[in-house]
């Protein structure tokens, strides 16, 4: 096993470089009124006070913020459906305020590395964003991997290109407030799932199109119990013609979090 993943390694990266692949994250970010915002203040300058009495200062900082916001990933317990968290547990039963989930928390979430593909969904609409509210199909990301020509295996993390990240800077038209968002349909998640992907993220807010009551969400966390990242950036792998790559990423170990701000990266 671990000797094939090496020859897999070795075999996708060959240009040795590295591509960010999350947001900066600052209060002007984009965030869901359902989370608390990112805030930051520097806590001490280094004109308050000297180490004593020394020439030597020190400057610190400080920031607050949701889990969700930002490049981010959700643990399995951040969705329900009929009060049913995976893997087919009352979600009232399993957490508390204070400690929050005694199961699936973001900390049991393995560092992820693992061979990464990019479905660029835009190369079938002209190369432009998607359309508000716009549904991806199974049958969508099947072709887009076609005119790739790259194949989705098992254990891969699948990265849905929408062309949204060119509103990050417009917030309202980001998150989806007045004509929503675009994302995968229920029958998309079903077909990734049945590929048996490691994990799979968008350069959307919600990673489900908008609105909707989370049909992709639900089907791929609640029922097959694999994770979703958000606010991904991955026009500048789509402007590289790069749909296949290892990818990294490692959540914070989060005590019964529901997620975790994430610093994701492509080697290729």
């Given at each position: 096993m671990a000797t094939a993943w090496l020859e897999d390694f070795r075999g996708i990266v060959s240009a040795g470089r590295i591509v960010e692949l999350g947001h900066v994250m600052n209060e002007d970010m984009p965030y869901s009124p359902n989370h608390p915002p990112f805030m930051f203040r520097l806590t001490k300058l280094h004109g308050d006070s000297r180490l004593g009495g020394s020439d030597v200062s020190a400057s610190s900082d400080?920031?607050?913020?949701?889990?969700?916001?930002?490049?981010?990933?959700?643990?399995?317990?951040?969705?329900?459906?009929?009060?049913?968290?995976f893997p087919e547990r009352q979600a009232e039963a399993v957490a508390d305020r204070r400690d929050g989930y005694?199961?699936?928390?973001?900390?049991?979430?393995?560092?992820?590395?693992?061979?990464?593909?990019?479905?660029?969904?835009?190369?079938?609409?002209?190369?432009?964003s998607l359309p508000p509210a716009h549904g991806i199909s199974s049958e969508e990301l099947a072709e887009t991997a076609r005119r790739e020509a790259v194949e989705i295996r098992a254990g891969d993390a699948v990265l849905i290109r929408s062309g949204w990240e060119r509103y990050w800077g417009d917030h309202r038209r980001y998150v989806g407030v007045f004509d929503g968002g675009p994302g995968p349909v229920r029958e998309a998640a079903v077909w990734l799932g049945e590929q048996g992907i490691r994990v799979t993220g968008s350069d959307t807010f919600a990673y489900d199109r908008r609105p909707s009551d989370m049909p992709a969400h639900v089907e791929l966390m609640v029922?097959?119990?694999?994770?979703?990242?958000?606010?991904?950036?991955?026009?500048?792998?789509?402007?590289?013609?790069?749909?296949?790559?290892?990818?990294?990423?490692?959540?914070?170990?989060?005590?019964?979090?529901?997620?975790?701000?994430?610093?994701?990266?492509a080697l290729f």
């Open positions: 400080m920031f607050t913020m949701g889990s969700h916001n930002g490049t981010h990933i959700d643990a399995l317990n951040h969705i329900a459906c009929c009060g049913v968290v005694r199961e699936h928390g973001i900390e049991t979430v393995a560092p992820i590395f693992c061979r990464g593909v990019l479905l660029d969904v835009t190369l079938l609409h002209g190369g432009e029922r097959r119990g694999i994770n979703i990242i958000e606010n991904l950036r991955l026009d500048e792998l789509a402007k590289e013609g790069v749909y296949e790559f290892m990818f990294c990423a490692l959540p914070l170990r989060i005590q019964g979090g529901t997620g975790s701000p994430i610093r994701p990266i």
